[in-house]
């Protein structure tokens, strides 16, 4: 009797092992909600085989741009042991690329998916949204600014109201801007503007005597001094942090030699460029793309 008892316990634990070993978890084609970075995705799967354990949970995993899952990112999570669905959030830092893949793995017991058969798209061209200002977001009482929203796209949303992509405006406050894209992506971002009380004219005088070009700019910054006579100027550029990337003391300027700064070794963004002649100081707000 014990023979018996003891066969029919190993046959129970084969055939368990056997319907565990037959249980095969595959990922299904990714439906796409949005492209966006930080947009949402539904991730279907499919179990044969039978059944995971009670209290098993499906993670699904965002490869590299590649498609390799070398450092998979979980991007949601499933409790349940048959076929379904996982509702998914792609990261708001994840990189642009065209050959993302998507797997779900178990936990109970522990198993990888197949990747998907379709590959993901995910950009970041609503995350590149910029604000410009011309001529500036420092301005005298009686002037406007023109913000310009840099990034072509669908629509654009003002906090004003506006729904152009610049507006100008002449009072001092945070403005905001949402966009949308043709792919659906938003994007908010600001800008700050100040009015104030100038002491005189000098301060107009010296920023229309400066041109600053091309701008967005990348490479080559050029200034050119517009006035008469001969000028020493001192250029400092600064990051979106404040702190002092180039500087440049006692450059001499005239309205027949044109100076260049070199900008080649800049990261994309925004920088403010401050120009003094050691009386008035201007204030420019630059774009390196």
């Not at 000098?202 to 080559?220: H, Q, R, T």
């Not at 309205?255 to 420019?284: A, P, W």
């Amino acid at each position: 009797m014990k023979k018996i008892f003891t066969s029919i316990f190993v046959s129970v634990m084969l055939l368990g092992f056997s319907a565990k070993a037959q249980l095969t978890l595959t990922t299904d084609s990714i439906l796409q909600l949005s492209t966006c970075a930080g947009g949402n995705i539904i991730v279907p799967y499919t179990v044969t085989g039978g059944s995971y354990n009670f209290g098993n949970v499906f993670t699904a995993q965002l490869s590299n741009s590649f498609g390799q899952f070398t450092n998979p990112v979980n991007i949601g999570t499933m409790f349940f042991w048959q076929s379904g669905v996982v509702f998914c959030t792609i990261p708001a830092n994840t990189n642009f690329g065209f050959f993302y893949k998507i797997r779900v793995i178990a936990s109970n017991p522990a198993d990888t998916g197949t990747a998907c058969p379709n590959t993901l798209i995910i950009t970041q061209i609503a995350q590149l949204n910029q604000i410009v200002s011309n001529p500036g977001d420092t301005i005298c009482v009686g002037d406007s600014t023109t913000l310009t929203a840099l990034t072509p796209v669908s629509s654009y949303s003002w906090s004003t109201g506006d729904t152009t992509q610049s507006i100008t405006v002449n009072a001092s406050g945070i403005y905001t801007v949402t966009t949308t894209d043709i792919l659906g992506c938003q994007s908010t971002t600001s800008d700050t503007v100040v009015v104030q009380t100038c002491s005189g004219v000098m301060e107009n005088d010296l920023s229309n005597a400066i041109s600053v070009f091309p701008n967005p700019a990348s490479g080559k910054l050029n200034f050119k001094w517009n006035a008469s006579g001969t000028e020493y100027l001192n250029v400092h550029l600064y990051n979106s942090i404040g702190a002092e990337v180039l500087r440049g003391e006692k450059i001499k300027v005239n309205s027949v030699t044109e100076n260049q700064i070199d900008i080649s070794q800049l990261s994309s963004g925004i920088y403010m460029l401050v120009i003094d002649n050691g009386n008035v100081r201007v204030t420019k707000k630059i774009v390196v793309q």
